[in-house]
């Protein structure tokens, strides 16, 4: 590991790299903070809501509860709550699981995934907005960053 | 806003805006819940009674359990039940607030202080470990790119 310090030298690399990581937590924060306003705002809905869907989207052969939770790292009894209300509302339905006779999975029903196609559109729109300040090049500088990052904390 | 997406020209650049901002949050996400893995491992502590100590260190006058909350973003009842600990432990103390009589101030003991010392200097190490993989140039690289992605977002 890298303990010279071209940022700044005056201090030793973990505080750089721990200043930077209060940034990125602070920053990530903020642009949730934002998302979490627009889809109140203009959906009504909120963003463990919107992650509960797009789990579910992305699994069309149906999700358990568990799975959703692992996944997203909510509460089992957060992600139930959320997936009822959307069987309520037609958006998902539950169906059995084939190998489990007491586990059942959820899938979005034609209406939940046209409903969630909406969102993900505005989503994909307030990102582009939010992350407006980051262009061309620095998108791939950037991805390959976090690729080092995450290929170094899997190493250890 | 740039709509030329030298990453990948194939995909239009909200595409690519999208994939970092997930790919960042699966990051940031990773390096969170090893952070909470070692707290717990090695100290016994969880990462939201850590930040309840950060925020009381950087406050010597101490702080409502309000203001504690609006800085973590964590509920009330939570903060509530975090500083009652601490104050069970010695860690912490109540103080009245000169203006309101019926509000109360938390802040460190010097004991507490002692202890958030240790957890701040392991958490520093711990985060030099995990962000390893980002050295040298590519933190003042990183670190400038936040700063325009949150300067964008203020301007919005």
Do not use: Y
């Amino acid at each position: 590991m890298s303990t010279t310090n071209p940022a700044n030298s005056a201090e030793p690399i973990s505080k750089t790299r721990l200043r930077l990581w209060l940034k990125l937590l602070k920053a990530s924060g903020e642009v949730e903070a934002e998302l979490r306003r627009r889809l109140r705002v203009e959906f009504d809905t909120t963003l463990p809501r919107f992650d509960v869907m797009a789990a579910l989207d992305r699994a069309p052969e149906g999700l358990r509860m568990s799975e959703i939770s692992e996944r997203l790292r909510v509460s089992n009894g957060n992600v139930t709550g959320i997936v009822e209300r959307l069987v309520e509302e037609g958006l998902a339905l539950r169906v059995a699981v084939p190998d489990d006779r007491r586990a059942t999975c959820a899938r979005l029903t034609p209406k939940g995934r046209e409903l969630f196609a909406v969102l993900a559109r505005a989503h994909e729109g307030w990102i582009n907005d939010l992350l407006g300040g980051v262009s061309g090049d620095d998108l791939a500088a950037l991805s390959g960053q976090i690729d080092r990052l995450m290929r170094h904390m899997g190493k250890e």
